[in-house]
Structure formats: structure tokens, C-alpha cells
């Protein structure tokens, strides 16, 4: 008996010694492009610290006009704690459905760079990438994404008592065969995306094309996937905003 308790009192002392922080990292599905390449969407799913609840949220971006569809995103949660997140996929893809068919979204995705989440010894502020070669052929032209972090106030005003815990926003430079450009800058932080932590290049994406190592240009309907770090109830909660970067 006194060595059951012993064994107790030791699981309690480890578990007590674990970081009482542990926030919500959310996945990412794509569900890609419309068919004539104006239009983008993508899921983001997990379970929500605090409640436990499986949540998916859908969004639809106009890539012309850079900005979301007009009644998006869509979100769904599953209140109780044994909902599973494959439920919550299933609920927002059919509050989805109308729109990506009205807009023929279906097109299939292809991953030009990623920082996956267990890549070690990676920058997580950029991404380099090339034209996919002709078959077993390395990659050619040369493409690099860079993230740089705004510090100077432009995250809403709450954020300010959370002192140097938070940054504001993050702007995005490609740079094309040596040739560099800015290609986004937050000039705001909604009120959506909390007060941001952080910031990580996650990946680049465009629509796929069997035929894209012979394009010239990579960059139309390109769009750059940024992870967010924002304050939640046990720790930073990881969501996704997608860019649109291309030409």
C-alpha cells in the first residue's frame, strides 16, 4: 500500500511539472481552385483548448480582388467533447457546398514549398522554391518568399497590455531570379485573428498544372499560406491565413 501511494504521489508530482500551457494547433486542408483560377479555398480544423470542442472553419478567397468571397468563411463546431473533427470537416464542407459550386471550386492544389510542421533546422521565415523540372529534372528559375514581422502598433488597441508577448503584423517579399518585391503588408490586424504571437511561413501554393515546367511565370494564382500564433485559453492557437502573391 505505502509503495501504491508512493507511485501515486510521484505520477502527480510529474504531471504537475508538465507545462500547463498547451494551445491549439490547427491542420490545414486545401480545397483548391476554381476552375478558371479566380478562386481559392481552404479548411483549417482541430480540437479548441479550453472547451475540447472539434471545430472546422472554410474559406473562399477572390484571388483578383484579394480578398474573401462575400458570406465566408464558414465554421462549424461540434459542442460536445466526443465530436469528432472529421464531423466538423463534414459540417462546414456542407455549409460550403453552394458557394464552391456556384464558383466551381474542385480544382486540385500543387505545393510549391512547405515547412511542415516536424521539418527541422528550417527557417520558418522563408521559403525557397523553383520551377518544377521536366520530369526527373531538378527544379529550375529560382523563387524565394521571406517573412518579415511589423511591430509598430497597427494590431488592435487590447493587444497593448500584453506588452512585447505579441507583434502586430507581417509582410511578404518574393523574390524572383534576383529580382525583389513586396507583394503584401498588413496595414491592420482584424479583430479576427487576436492578438498575434507570431508569425510562420507554412507554404506556397498554386494550381496545379501538369505543364508548369515549361510556363515562363509561376506566379499567377500563387498564394502564400502563413501560420498565426494568437493568445488563446492555454496557450498560442495556431490558424492560417492565405495570401494571394501571384502576378
Known sequence: MIFNICKLTAVLLMLLALPASAGDRAGIGFIGYSNTGSYFAYEEFGIQDGSGFAYANLYVLDLNTKSRVEGTPFRQVIENETGSIASAVAGVRAKAKPILDKLDIGEPV???????????????RKLRFGRPGDGMADPDQDYELVLSTIEDGIAPPKCAALGEEYVSGFALTLTVNGKAREVYRDTAVPE?????????LYAVVRQYDGLVSFAPDMTPGMVAIVSVY??????????FIAVPIGS
Open 110 to 124: 500543387d505545393i510549391a514549398a512547405l515547412n511542415a510542421d516536424g521539418a527541422l533546422n528550417t527557417d520558418m
Open 192 to 200: 479576427s485573428r487576436g492578438c498575434p504571437r507570431g508569425y510562420r
Open 230 to 239: 494568437s493568445m488563446g485559453f492555454e496557450g498560442p492557437d495556431r490558424r
